[in-house]
């Protein structure tokens, strides 16, 4: 098994990746300190944090100090008349494309094409990177999305076989199955809107909400060019790494080919150039509330809940499309001790409609819980035995977080626990 080149280092550290060592919870959400590595972070073999989830002096952080401008301070009739004019410009006259909209027929992306084509008279294609295995809920939403809403669509499915080779490795190297798969669907939109001329591409939600980038005072994503493949390109894809392992390694000692790797990986910046376009996030126009898109997608677009709640978490409507999803939260919790449910009531704290105390409850309830119910298939997915798989988690389970007794391995500090903790 290729050990990324960051492993070593990793070990020897009481706090792995730089994460800081005392856990602290924000004190209106539920979210630690422990904010889980971006994906530019994990573009690079040696993973270290570059930043951490600011708390501000009174113990709250920034993902709900930028929800309470959602909620409460921006003027939301003021900007969608910013939006109509905006998108005045970019409406075609002839009824071709005028606006490029990534994703997967989930609630946001549902609410977001139907949006922007039936409210405010757009022409928009919409792009789909597919998951890794297709849940049943996932392809029939996606089709609804397409069929019902009534879209245009192109879903594109990266070879399966290089998939798994890449999905592999970035399991047992980086404990995030979807690494390869974020860089993918990043930079898959600018290519698209480059081949077919399109000026804008529209996401949905904004990631500043969750306190990731940007403000939600900021309304286009970088310039062009800071934009290329999402803020992903550089000056030089040799530079780059997927699943923990550098391009030249895994033409070198996996067999793939430049062709193989160029789906995944952004354009360089000369050919990210031919985009003249701009990014925009629905968010910063339309007040984005996670439910109310859920509502909205349920009636415009024929989305529909899952009818057992996700494991992991207490809902049913958020990511549902891959079966690898659930794993993708069970690696943050082990790697963070942030796992679905605490993602889930952090947000919802912050949207006002369940109290910290509520919060901490479900957390207490549901954060962790192993997702058993694709796990065979995963595991063959990985070519993994079951040992080998949990022999991994444990190698990414940083000391500082996570403790081993009779019964199994414990968090040090659970958000249930927090009062406890000497000051
Ligand atoms: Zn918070």
Known sequence: MTVGAGQSALEKSEAYWGLPSKVRYCRRCVFSNQRPLSTNEYLHTTQSRKDTLAFDDQGVCLACRQMDKVMNEIDWQAREKELIEFLDQYRSK??????????????????????????????????????????????????NWIHQGGFDNYLFTPNGRVHRILTRLAVTNLFHPFQPFIVGQKSFPLKMAIKFNIKLIFYGEMPAQYGDAGSVNEKKFGGATASAGYQLAVADNRQLSLGGVSVEELKKSYGLSDMDLSVYLPLEPSKAQAFDGEFHYLGYYVKWIPQEAYYYAVEN????????????????????????????????????????????????????HITREEAVALVRRFDGEFPKRYFKEILDYLSLTEEEFFAVADRFRSPHLWKQDNDGWKLRHPIWDEDKEPA
């Not at 990534?102 to 792009?127: C, Q």
């Not at 958020?318 to 947000?347: C, M, P």
């Open 94 to 143: 002839d009824g071709s494309y005028d606006v490029l909209v990534p994703g997967s027929g989930g609630k946001d992306s549902a609410m977001a094409a139907h949006l922007l084509k039936y409210r405010y008279g757009m022409h928009p294609l919409t792009v789909t990177w597919a998951p890794h295995l297709y849940t049943d809920i996932g392809w029939k939403n996606f089709q």
């Open 301 to 352: 677009t024929g989305f529909q809940a899952n009818p057992e709640r996700s494991e992991g978490t207490y809902s049913k409507y958020n990511s549902l499309d891959d079966k690898i999803d659930g794993f993708h939260f069970w690696t943050t919790y082990v790697k963070y001790g942030i796992g679905r449910a605490t993602y889930e009531a952090s947000q919802e704290v912050r949207n006002r």
